[in-house]
């Protein structure tokens, strides 16, 4: 299966819908896994992360804006459509329609995801949630 292919399973069964079970199918069992305020390494890690995270915010859509294949590595430019659902960043839920632009990198050990990095717009997801004060650090 492409890396490409693998990319788009991931996105569309276990961050849309939330499959999660299906990570067994797409990362190793020792995948690394790095997003804000979560890290952790093998494949139940990974899992737990992104329920919590998907219990806050649950992407209904998600847009493959561009996806780009280096060696065994990938990297996709991405926006999370959905609304939030669950306090977001200690602000009370509002239930609104949320954006949420954010870099995937991928690291591949044969047709498998052994490494998931993810950064996100995180100024972008306070203003939308009503929170638009965003403290610089020195």
Known sequence: ???SAIIQKFF???ICHRKFHLLSDIVTDDV???APKAMGIGRL???QAFEVSGQAFKPSHVDVQFAAEIGER???RVCLLGRESNALAGIRNSGRRISLPCVYLFEFRGSRI???EV???LQSLTSQIGHSQVHSVR
């Open 12 to 14: 569309d069964r276990v």
């Open 1 to 3: 299966m492409q890396k």
């Open 114 to 116: 052994c490494k998931i």
């Open 32 to 34: 690394v896994y790095i």
């Open 45 to 47: 890690a990974a899992q």
């Open 74 to 76: 990938a990297a996709a």
């Open 119 to 121: 950064y996100c717009d």
